[in-house]
């Protein structure tokens, strides 16, 4: 396989897997009484994958260090935000798009944060291991994650819309 082969199959395995990471994430959104921090773990990963994805396709960065590394949801978000999809649809209003482009680099730089590994130090908050916060410990199914009320807001669900636009666009955009 050239690099080229395995640098577009792997490209295309994360666009597959952060697709069906997503899937779970709705379903787990929209069932009663399961712990937020299951449908916010799907969500960091679909985000996580997709971000990957298009980096590992439409970059020339080693793709065993792209492959190694949690990649920056935030960069990519940023860059999303910037597309002409979104630019159009934010045309004449660029105090909104400002807004937004705002919010949704707070929102995925939270998201990024879910995962342990990314900052457990100054952000011991996550959505996969429990974890201390004054001197008492915290599990994720009991925790609230109030730092993502964001994401049920107007600028939240924006994001989210932002995010499953890139998923489904994957194949035929770069």
Request: glycine content about 4%.
């Amino acid at each position: 396989m050239t690099e080229d082969e395995r640098r577009n199959s792997f490209a295309t395995g994360f666009a597959r897997q952060a697709r069906s990471d997503w899937q779970v994430f709705q379903l787990l959104q929209a069932e009663r009484g399961v712990p937020t921090c299951h449908s916010l773990h799907y969500l960091q990963m679909a985000c996580e994958k997709i971000a990957k994805a298009y980096r590992l396709r439409d970059t020339d960065s080693p793709i065993d260090t792209l492959l190694s590394r949690h990649v920056g949801s935030p960069k990519f978000v940023s860059a999303l935000v910037k597309s002409p999809r979104v630019l159009k649809r934010y045309a004449g209003k660029s105090a909104q798009l400002q807004t937004f482009e705002r919010q949704a680099s707070v929102i995925a730089r939270t998201i990024e944060t879910l995962a342990p590994s990314v900052d457990r130090g100054s952000q011991p908050e996550n959505t996969e291991y429990p974890w201390e916060s004054d001197e008492v410990v915290r599990t994720p199914c009991e925790y609230s994650f109030p730092n993502l009320s964001l994401l049920w807001e107007p600028s939240g669900r924006a994001f989210l819309k932002l995010v499953a636009e890139a998923l489904h666009d994957f194949d035929e955009v770069s």
